[in-house]
T-cell receptor, first 115, second 111 residues
Framework: SAVISQKPSRDICQRGTSLTIQCQVD?????MFWYRQQPGQSLTLIAT?????????ESGFVIDKFPISRPNLTFSTLTVSNMSPEDSSIYLC????????????FGSGTQLSVL | KQEVTQIPAALSVPEGENLVLNCSFT??????LQWFRQDPGKGLTSLLL?????REQTSGRLNASLDKSSGRSTLYIAASQPGDSATYLC??????????FGTGTRLTVIP
């Protein structure tokens, strides 16, 4: 099973500031995914991050607001830029392990509150 | 487009009771289906994964079934415990980059 270390686990931020969330995976993976979960809602995919290329953003999400880095096959960051209270959510990174036991694994989540 | 629904949205049961959570989907062309548990404010923990060719998977007190023809999966929890209280999500994979989450069922097991 894949172990994903995600940090910070929670943060309280001021409007207009930015927060960078980090995810470290214990093995090399091709694709990493970033999700947002707004209060009381299910998960929404923000973008897919492949090493060595630009991230692919879903409808409604743009790179200027959610820049993503993927410098190698075990690490990725998501930045929530110019935050507003509407950005208050849980942010989760995920990896998709292919092979015999194909499965999604998730980080422990970052609970973000924007004042 | 695949739509995934979980009913009920919330469920309360007394400790010790057996229960079933439901996950319905509209497109049977799935690759696999995964059940997750989410504690408040936390990430998701994978419980069971069923490949499209399988009918069920079991782990401890949990049993998940898959019926593609009817577009349904169920998660059976035997002898429920207060520690089972969480939100349970099903997720369907139609490919490495096509993942659809259900709306979740919030379970409360009352001691």
């Amino acid at each position: 099973s894949a172990v994903i270390s995600q940090k910070p686990s929670r943060d309280i931020c001021q409007r207009g500031t930015s927060l960078t969330i980090q995810c470290q995976v214990d093995s090399q993976v091709t694709m990493m995914f970033w999700y947002r979960q707004q209060p009381g809602q299910s998960l929404t995919l923000i973008a897919t991050a492949n090493q060595g290329s630009e991230a692919t953003y879903e409808s409604g999400f743009v790179i200027d607001k959610f820049p993503i880095s993927r410098p190698n096959l075990t690490f990725s960051t998501l930045t929530v830029s110019n935050m507003s209270p509407e950005d208050s959510s849980i942010y989760l990174c995920s990896v998709y392990r292919t092979g015999k036991n194909e499965k999604l694994f998730f980080g422990s989540g970052t609970q973000l509150s924007v004042l | 487009k695949q739509e995934v629904t979980q009913i009920p949205a919330a469920l309360s049961v007394p400790e010790g009771e057996n229960l079933v959570l439901n996950c319905s989907f509209t497109d049977s062309a799935i690759y696999n289906l995964q059940w997750f548990r989410q504690d408040p404010g936390k990430g998701l923990t994978s419980l069971l994964l069923i490949q499209s060719s399988q009918r069920e998977q079991t782990s401890g007190r949990l049993n998940a079934s898959l019926d593609k023809s009817s577009g349904r999966s169920t998660l059976y929890i035997a002898a429920s415990q207060p520690g089972d209280s969480a939100t349970y999500l099903c997720a369907l994979l139609t490919g490495a980059n096509n993942l659809f989450f259900g709306t979740g069922t919030r379970l409360t097991v009352i001691p």
